[in-house]
């Protein structure tokens, strides 16, 4: 079945790029946590009956679970605050409990999870742009296509971008940038043509594109090319720099693409579960080995973003809360708390149901059988 064909050919990509961003993410946990006198009684890749682990010198479980689909840390104290159940603690247990902790450390633990995926994606990009380079091509346009929007809005070969809604533009992958993620959008585009200086008006054609694998994704087209491409190596420091950079700008794409589709202006079908992962990193792991680091930093500043949204059950839920005690000086009910991680949890299994029905769909076996099912 095809679906089994990609689970094996994949699979190693997948696993390697989802066991790495998964164990910097709980390493984050795990050293603030401990940096703030938190007892840590587990740190497991993965989920379900333990494959192998070992005891370290304080007392933590370090384990290789069979379900490789993320991973977890299991802090002393943790549980306390949805149960309240902290009676009979010793003032040596109080001491190592995160239910004790006050809200500012409670903050930094949970926050250094996201915060180690950014990190993770800096370093990777970091040594990609020192070693191999970083994508570069002059916002120049090479060629204008006949009957595109750039044609109709005026565009000439020649013409050099510099700004796109008052945001400057220093490379081509700007544009494509900000034209991919806005389909059907108005564009205020500054250009300068010889030594003037204009302003013009363009729409991007809406257009969908079909990987080999199904996947379908809408994305702005203006209909221009580029002069040429390069890589261009910087020594670390710079390199560093243009990273942080990077990373800011693919956290700003992501969180655009997600409140388009919210707002309905951009498809859900764009949303992509483990199975697509899966797919891409097979997809990356053929083009070759810096692919894969790319692959990897992106998906590690998703996790981190992902992980900050104000839901219950992932990390940002937490400093929601965080955010209220602080305010009120006291605690949410454990009332409220119990009703908002339920809320919660089912938010993220629906949301994780429904990703996965729709990557599944995109096999022709599967989605027949789905579609017989529902009638």
Known sequence: MEIFELIWTNGAAFLFILTVIVFFHELGHYYVARWNGVRVDVF??????????????????????????????????????????????????????????????????????????FVLAIVVLTGLFATTGEPFTPAEIGAVQPGSAAEA??????????????????????????????????????????????????????????????????????????????????????????????????????????????????????????????????QVAEIGIASVFWFLAVLSINLGLINLFPVPMLDGGHLLFYGIEALRGRPASDRVMEISFRVGLGLVVALFLFVTVQDLMRFEGIANFIEDLAG
């Open 153 to 282: 809005a005026g565009f000439r070969p020649g013409d050099r971008f510099t700004a796109i809604g008052g945001a400057r533009i220093e490379r081509f992958e700007d544009v494509q940038r900000v034209v991919r993620s806005s389909p059907g959008q108005e564009l205020v585009v500054t250009v300068r043509r010889g030594d003037e200086t204009m302003d013009i008006r363009v729409v991007p054609e809406r257009q969908e594109l079909v990987d080999r694998f199904g996947n379908r994704s809408e994305i702005g087209l203006l209909g221009v090319s580029r002069t040429g491409n390069e890589f261009v190596r910087h020594d670390p420091l710079t390199a560093a720099v243009r990273a942080v950079a990077e990373t800011w700008e693919i956290s700003l794409y992501t969180l655009r693409a997600v409140g388009q589709i919210i707002a309905g202006t951009r498809g859900s079908d764009e949303l992509g579960g483990p199975v697509r992962i899966a797919q891409m990193s097979g």
């Open 44 to 117: 497991s890749i993965g989920f379900g009956p333990e494959l192998f682990g070992w005891n370290d010198r304080s007392g933590t479980r370090w384990k290789v679970s069979l379900l490789p689909l993320g991973g977890y840390v299991k802090m002393f104290g943790e549980s306390d605050e949805s149960n309240g159940d902290d009676r009979g603690l010793t003032p040596q247990e109080r001491a190592v409990s995160f239910h004790y902790k006050s809200v500012g450390q409670r903050v930094a633990i949970v926050s250094a999870g996201p915060v180690a995926n």
